[in-house]
């Protein structure tokens, strides 16, 4: 299947943002083909199995060091099979329709 868009969101440390962005994202889009993937910039705060747990259709890349804004999006172009890349800050909320 050919996925339209790609989303890269980098956390650090920020799980109830991220929540938020991930569920206006996964619940805000009901046409378009997206892959999303959450890099976990070395998260202390439990991120990472929140992710796991609430939204397992997201693809989920561990870091276990921190690494710099381009590094961890690098990891994301590597792996992500979208037409379009968008990149998001885990504070952002997608309103619904956006990306249909």
Do not use: K, W
């Amino acid at each position: 299947m050919e996925v339209d868009l790609t989303v890269s969101i980098i956390n650090t440390d920020n799980r109830d943002l991220l929540r938020d962005c991930l569920r206006s994202i996964f619940e805000g889009t009901r046409r378009a083909s997206l892959e999303v993937y959450v890099v976990d910039n070395a998260c202390t705060d439990g991120s990472a199995g929140m992710v796991e747990q609430e939204f397992p259709q997201a693809r989920l890349i561990r870091n276990p060091h921190r690494l710099r804004f381009c590094a961890n999006h690098n990891q994301v172009l590597r792996q992500g099979r979208g037409r379009y890349l968008l990149i998001l800050n885990e504070d952002t909320v997608i309103p619904p329709g956006t990306f249909d």
